[in-house]
């Protein structure tokens, strides 16, 4: 040490300067290699908590809150009651368009539209039923398609078909109420993104909706909705190691949901509980399950968080407004996004083959500079683990953000959770 001293006190300022900066390189450099990784090469470091954000935007506000849940008023009863006064009592799966009249029905809540078995969507009634109808059951896709585990409308509402009445009627009943109860949320989401004009007396009939610091007025929800612009250039939300492949080739939902819920609770539950609880059979998981079950076994709807997920149709919303959406949820709402794209290669240039629609868990955006945008995501779909000789595909992603808002709309469902 004395000698160590000694040499330093010897060495000339611009001597000491050179020192210093390489002793700095050497600790840079030790370290980078302890950093921890992403799974699979080439992936950058993630160690991610909620949230980890990398502010430049000076117009950046306070992170803006979701609305809690709401109580159902007499309107909304009523409206309940009418659709289930329409409830069949027997329902045939053997005829498509039959099943999809008498499943797929939709009602209204605050001039919002919520369709069973579909969520929360501007589409012609005629035109949801239309759908449903056409939707390929899973033994009847193409040979030539891998299927990864999302259940088609058809087949969903052939499950509600196989039901006893009684217990049908019930969960149609709890579908609709959660579904009032979170209608303030839809309202906001389209105000506040899509611009869409808030209904005469909505705050008035929903205090929930209004920002934390504005409970008492009448007149305001928020400051002015932010846009773009006024987000940091980078967040992500969940930590890198907190996600698994999927272990069966019609698990998307239950990995999913695994990734999900072990960023909220930070352990992990086995695939196969998750598909318990989502009623995953061999032809996939509902995008209708995967939200009910983050609301009840997370705490990511509270409404310091996302509030109530819901299932969103996006058919209709530009990239931008898309975008804008993912960073609401990453950087305000501090909650993953249950995205619903379809793998085809022409998005997702990872893939060997064509694929079905299909779970991602959304957990983070990079508006990349001049560069296109990229969303940040967990991939559940490994292709390799059911066939050798494909390439391998990581579960950490930084892809193309506009790609996967086209997979988004290429879906049959074009729909999101949110």
């Known amino acids: 040490m004395f000698r160590l001293h000694q040499t330093l006190t010897r060495l000339t300022p611009r001597g000491r300067v050179a020192l210093a900066a390489a002793l700095a390189l050497v600790l840079g450099v030790v370290a980078a290699t302890l950093l921890p990784s992403g799974e699979g090469p080439g992936e950058e470091p993630d160690g991610a908590v909620r949230p980890a954000t990398e502010q430049s935007a000076p117009t950046y506000v306070a992170r803006e809150s979701a ?41 209204t809540f605050e001039g919002q539209q919520y369709c069973l078995g579909v969520g929360w969507t501007d589409a012609d009634p005629e035109l949801v039923q239309a759908r449903a109808a056409a939707a390929k059951p899973q033994n009847r896709r193409p040979s030539s398609v891998e299927t990864t585990g999302d259940l088609s409308t058809a087949d969903l509402l052939a499950q509600r078909a196989a039901r006893p009445a009684a217990e049908r009627l019930a969960a149609e009943r709890a579908e609709l109420e959660a579904a009032a109860r979170a209608v303030a949320k839809v309202v906001l989401l389209r105000h506040q993104i899509l611009g869409d004009p808030l209904p005469a007396g909505f705050l008035e009939r929903h205090p929930e909706a209004r920002a934390p610091a504005a409970r008492t007025s009448t007149t305001s929800t928020s400051a002015a909705p932010k846009g773009l612009k006024d987000y940091p250039r980078r967040s992500k939300i969940l930590r890198g190691k907190q996600v698994r492949a999927q272990r069966r080739t019609y698990w998307c939902g239950p990995t999913t949901m695994q990734a999900i819920a072990w960023g909220w609770h930070g352990k992990r539950r086995t695939q196969k509980h998750w598909a318990g609880k989502l009623g995953t059979t061999s032809s996939g998981s509902a995008i209708s399950e995967i939200v009910r079950v983050v609301n009840s076994a997370t705490g990511y709807d509270q409404e310091r968080y996302a509030g109530k997920y819901i299932v969103l149709d996006i058919s209709d919303w530009s990239f931008k407004k898309w975008l804008l959406l993912q960073m609401r949820h990453i950087e305000d709402y501090r909650a993953p996004v249950v995205l619903h794209p379809i793998l085809l290669k022409r998005f997702f240039p990872y893939l060997d083959d064509d694929a079905s629609g299909h779970f991602q868990v959304g957990r983070g955006y990079d508006k990349n500079g001049k560069k296109p945008a990229r969303l940040g995501y967990f991939e559940p779909w490994n292709q390799q683990r059911f066939d050798p000789s494909e390439p391998f595909i990581s579960r950490v992603q930084w892809r193309n953000a506009y790609q996967s808002y086209r997979a988004n709309q290429a879906h049959p469902h074009q729909n999101i959770g949110v």
Do not use: K, W
């Open 67 to 107: 609305p809690g849940p709401g109580t159902i008023s007499a309107q909304d009863r009523e409206a309940i009651e009418d659709l289930l006064a329409d409830s069949p009592a027997s329902v045939s799966a053997r005829r498509p368009a039959s099943l999809a009249h008498d499943l797929a029905r939709c009602t």
